[in-house]
Nanobody, 125 residues
Framework: QVQLVESGGGLVQAGGSLRLSCAAS????????MGWFRQAPGKEREFVAA????????YYADSVMGRFTISRDNTKNTMYLRMNSLKPEDTGIYSC??????????????????WGPGTQVTVLS
């Protein structure tokens, strides 16, 4: 069972940038497709981006397309989310998740098997 830990969240002005990291506990990290989700106060958790096990395929929510970039380094057991041109509506708790079906870029949170505790991102207007 893989354990995930996010880092890199914080407070930023609108228009600014952050890079989130998701560190996995085991070398079998490459077995998993990975995703980022976020949850704003009082709202449902929503899909942000997903990446295949090799990093060759990526999928983004429309709301972040062109501003966010998902990537991974399997040699470091780590996934990243580069967030540019941040907006106040990007505020929320960002969580990474692992999907044992490494071939699937899932938008549905229920298709993911393991989750990190999350990191807070706050974008000030």
């Amino acid at each position: 069972q893989v354990q995930l830990v996010e880092s890199g969240g914080g407070l930023v002005q609108a228009g600014g940038s952050l890079r989130l990291s998701c560190a996995a506990s085991e070398r079998t990290f490459r077995k998993y497709a990975m995703g980022w989700f976020r949850q704003a106060p009082g709202k449902e958790r929503e899909f942000v981006a997903a990446i295949s096990w090799s990093g060759g395929n990526r999928y983004y929510a429309d709301s972040v397309m062109g501003r966010f970039t998902i990537s991974r380094d399997n040699t470091k057991n780590t996934m990243y989310l580069r967030m540019n041109s941040l907006k106040p509506e990007d505020t929320g708790i960002y969580s990474c998740a692992a999907n044992e079906d490494k071939a699937t870029l899932a938008k549905n949170q229920y298709e993911y098997d393991y989750w990190g505790p999350g990191t807070q991102v706050t974008v000030l207007s």
